[in-house]
């Protein structure tokens, strides 16, 4: 709850304090990211959260289209061993700009996830390939400079070397914060 507090928070002051300057919206941005992620599977009772860091980056055709990639991983989700998550992303991006400096968007596209334990009783790894959806909102700091709001669920069918038959689901939810630099 802590870091809801803060997002919401952090939100509120710059919604109010930031003077409208012009987004340079067309062309490359790249910016890092702080986000809580939940994960859940679908044989189980597990129902997780962890904090993840990541990176993500892309391309604006023009003031409505662009491409967008993110890479992001997470500290353990269970506090009794070492169990993580890793993901890419990529996939097209839907833009409508409300304002000068507000800016909301929606993507839906691929993402390639490795959950893993590297901890002494358990060594396992699954990775799994499927959808993604986001939506959130720029908003516009200075004329290259811009703070995220974002919201992304995905769904994955992992594989495991160890296992043939491993039938589980991951549905992974994320929402966090992010500053990126429009170039």
Do not use: C
Not at 16 to 30: E, W
Not at 36 to 45: C, F, K, L
Not at 132 to 137: D, E, K, R, S, Y
């Amino acid at each position: 709850m802590k870091f809801n507090s803060l997002l919401t928070a952090g939100m509120l002051l710059v919604t109010v304090t930031t003077p409208a300057f012009a987004a340079k919206d067309l062309g490359f941005y790249l910016g890092g990211q702080v986000n809580n992620t939940a994960i859940e599977d679908n044989i189980g009772n597990f129902d997780e959260s962890a904090v993840g860091l990541g990176v993500y980056g892309g391309y604006n055709f023009n003031d409505s289209f662009g491409i967008e990639a993110s890479i992001f991983a997470t500290d353990s989700f269970v506090d009794e061993m070492d169990f993580r998550m890793a993901a890419m992303t990529i996939s097209p991006v839907i833009r409508h700009a409300f304002t000068d400096n507000i800016t909301a968007y929606l993507k839906a596209g691929l993402v390639v996830n490795r959950t893993y334990s590297n901890d002494d009783d358990v060594d396992e790894s699954y990775e799994g390939t499927g959808w993604l959806f986001g939506a959130g909102v720029d908003v516009t700091l200075t004329e290259s400079l811009a703070l995220r709001v974002f919201y992304e669920a995905s769904e994955t069918d992992p594989e495991s070397d160890e296992r043939d038959n491993y039938f589980a689901d991951i549905s992974l939810k994320q929402y966090g914060i992010g500053l990126h630099y429009r170039f």
